[in-house]
């Protein structure tokens, strides 16, 4: 039944992941390389993958990530799978990491194999002819790996990543300080929910928690906020280009938003902080609610005097005219390409596959996230937290990827800038729309 | 030309040219290959468009790159290290020049954070500012004045004061060590000459050792304020330019703009204006320091 309802899950998922990020042939940017007119190499030769070989990775599963377990037992069997391909893998921290991979694809100095976030992220390597095309390689793994899945690493009809697990915004919340104030679920409704959060701040308890030295955990929260406001298309048409951020409705949206960080609702402390410690202040029982991606679940599963506390939902309408419940922020990112520079670059695409699916078991094991590939094996002790996240995914009727990751790094950060400006309450829904209406480029 | 001079040129030459190539290929060629990327729009990995000076134009008329205002903030780091900083640096070198008591050990002391890796003093920092457990909001606290605690590094009328505190910190030993150096190396004899003659303390300072380490003093302005014009790491690692931009410098708008905004060409606008600036302040402080004698 469980299996089942992955299955459903990930179909109905990526379907509607493809329609939001996926780029239709042709249309690669203004690169020098046209992945479109790339020829898909040639087949691995079987002979290849039993060559004496060295292959370099990079990810960001450092000793504090969520992922670190899943890749540590990927790579181990891997290892014992192919004991003539030695591995050499580092694992940086999430933003130096963007820093690193940037600068070793200008240098022409990338790994074999290295971690990326899908769309706008992978695009400029794409478009820049840096990444190995994984087409050839991809046949022998269609059967556990649909193509539905590899959409948003997919340009001008050509594959360059391998998906990992996917993940959404969740609204996790600690349930012993919402029962303190008299709630025994996650509030339903924007109108409870509020309810619920003035009467956490009367009783002294600081409902979310929010770092705002990494402006992406503020976008999960605002994001969030606009998405349950305006409707998923109407986002999803914005971040993609398709429709201009001058819209009344966002301007609305983000002074909701904005009223939220005015009533107070929020750590003043956060701002000062990085998501690690937001993360452990929400686990010491300092916030009520912690708005993150759904690769915390591992974390909160491991904490055992915290996770019979917490429990997941997403965040409730805010317009029904516009938007629905099963409209979600979140979708497949987390990839693992092939540089084209590589020396081994047929071996490593295939190798790049099997890891990719075992990192991808593992960490749906761990409560990571939901698998990309289709799950096998027993997959009865993926915790609740994680299982819970899978029935929202079910109900899901439309996805929008994060901000930061479907836009151009440029009109990324120029958007982040932005949203900084707004948790900091220094412009207001139409400075907002404004602003990035004239200054994304 | 005689010949001879000719050999003794061509061997001068011969023996400068690994330095030559040295000093050409690791500080000239990068700077010419920074303003040459500075006429482009790139990626840093695609193709580049010839833009001319437009992205000069962009870096001083542009809200969203906010230049200026880094700039200003170096500014505000530069005339803090000058007027604070160094006079700091200045006193102490004095007093630990005068051989007092215990002289070596308080060297050591003053120097230390110097040593330590400014990612390291950053976290240490961190902790300090934490607003929960932080020492300087639990002294606060403890001394009664919790009205005077802050989001140290969160609020942006405290954060640029917050992040240049530590900055001007860690490299008063520095100066001071060089300040030292030129202490000690004013003759007893003239001390003493001066002493015997009724000169205070204070005057044999102000009117024979200020003098004499001089040129000492003017390399000290020069990284002081050159070094403010570029600092980077320790603001990197306590607010990466936040909160709202308040402690932007010009090092972290070219980060941005090279790492994550992949915008190479106006990275390197930012790069040759540093540079620049670097030069032009430093011709500057050696005029004026020239005038003043």
Not at chain 1, 354 to 375: N, Q
Not at chain 2, 187 to 200: F, N
Not at chain 2, 201 to 217: H, S, T
Request: proline share 4%; with cysteine.
């Amino acid at each position: 039944m469980k299996r089942k309802l992955l299955s459903l899950v990930m179909a109905g998922t990526m379907a509607l992941s493809l329609a939001a990020c996926g780029t239709p042939a042709g249309n690669t940017g203004v690169g020098t390389a046209d992945p479109a007119n790339t020829p898909a190499p040639a087949p691995v030769d079987p002979a290849a993958m039993e060559e004496e070989i060295t292959l370099d990775m990079w990810c960001i599963a450092t000793e504090s990530d969520s992922n670190r377990h899943s890749y540590e037992a990927a790579i181990a069997d891997m290892a014992a799978a192919y004991p003539n391909i030695t591995l050499n893998w580092e694992a940086f921290e999430n933003e130096s990491y963007k820093t690193k991979i940037k600068a070793a694809v200008s240098a022409n100095e990338m790994p074999d194999i290295f971690f990326t976030w899908s769309c706008a992220f992978l695009q400029d390597f794409v478009d820049a002819g840096k990444v190995y095309c994984l087409d050839a390689a991809y046949e022998e793994f269609k059967d556990e790996l649909p193509e539905s899945m590899l959409g948003n690493s997919t340009y001008g009809g050509k594959h360059y990543g391998v998906p990992l697990t996917m993940n959404i915004v969740g609204l996790f919340a600690n349930m012993d300080l919402l029962k303190s104030v008299g709630y025994d679920e996650i509030p339903g409704t924007y109108e409870e929910f509020i309810e619920c959060c003035d009467a956490l701040k009367a009783a002294g308890i600081i409902p979310f928690g929010c770092a705002g030295k990494e402006t992406w955990c503020v976008t999960e929260y605002l994001e969030s906020v606009i998405e349950k406001s305006v409707g998923y298309e109407t986002l999803n048409d914005i971040f993609l280009g398709r429709a201009t951020w001058d819209n009344a409705d966002v301007a609305a949206a983000v002074d909701t938003f904005q009223s939220l960080v005015n009533n107070g609702y929020f750590d003043p402390n956060g701002i000062a902080l990085g998501n690690d410690e937001v993360k452990a202040n929400f686990m010491d029982g300092k916030y009520a609610f912690y708005m993150n991606g759904t690769w915390n679940c591992a974390d909160f599963a491991n904490n055992e005097a915290f996770f019979p506390k917490v429990k997941v939902a997403e965040f409730p309408v805010i317009n029904a005219d516009k938007a629905t419940l099963g409209q979600l922020i979140g979708g497949p990112s987390d990839t693992l390409a092939v540089a084209a520079s590589s020396e081994h670059a047929d071996v490593a695409a295939k190798y790049c596959f099997e890891l990719g699916k075992l990192i991808c078991h593992y960490g749906y094991l761990d409560g990571c996230g939901l698998p990309a590939w289709t799950p096998y094996g027993d997959t009865s002790a993926v915790n609740a937290l994680t299982q819970d996240v899978a029935v929202i995914c079910g109900n899901a009727t439309g996805y929008v990827l994060f901000g930061d990751t479907a836009m151009s790094a440029d009109d990324a950060n120029t958007y982040l800038s932005y949203v900084d400006l707004v948790y900091g309450c220094e412009v207001d829904g139409q400075g907002f729309i404004e602003g990035l209406a004239n200054d994304i480029r | 030309m005689k010949k001879k001079d000719i050999v003794n040129y061509l061997a001068v030459f011969l023996f400068l040219l690994p330095a030559l190539a040295l000093f050409i290929g690791i500080l000239i060629a990068p700077i010419i290959k920074s303003a040459y990327y500075s006429l482009f729009d790139w990626n840093g990995m695609g193709e580049m468009t010839f833009l001319g000076l437009a992205n000069y134009k962009e870096l001083f008329t542009s809200k969203a790159i906010g230049f200026i205002k880094a700039l200003g903030n170096a500014c505000i780091l530069a005339a803090l290290s000058v007027f604070i900083q160094l006079p700091v640096s200045l006193a102490l070198a004095l007093a630990l020049g005068r051989g007092i008591k215990g002289e070596k050990p308080f060297l050591s002391v003053y120097f230390m954070p110097v040593l330590i890796s400014t990612v390291v003093i950053g976290q240490l920092w961190l902790k300090i500012y934490n607003p929960d457990y932080g020492l300087l909001n639990s002294a606060l606290t403890k001394l009664g004045l919790e009205n005077l605690c802050r989001i140290w590094l969160g609020d942006k009328k405290t954060a640029l004061l917050s992040v240049f505190v530590p900055t001007l910190w860690q490299y008063v030993g520095y100066h001071m060590l060089l300040m030292y150096a030129g202490v000690k190396g004013v003759s007893p004899d003239i001390r003493e000459a001066a002493k015997i003659d009724g000169a205070t303390e204070g005057q044999v300072n102000r009117y024979i050792v200020i003098p004499v380490i001089k040129p000492i003093l003017k390399v000290s302005v020069i990284f002081a304020v050159t070094g403010s014009l570029k600092s980077f790491d320790l603001i990197y690692v306590l607010t990466n330019g936040g909160p709202l931009h308040a402690t932007e410098v010009p090092s972290t708008r070219m980060i941005e703009m090279l790492f994550q905004r992949n915008r190479y060409g106006m990275g390197s606008t930012i790069a040759v204006m540093m540079i620049i600036l670097c030069f032009a302040f430093a011709l500057l402080i050696s005029k004026a320091f020239k005038e003043a004698d």
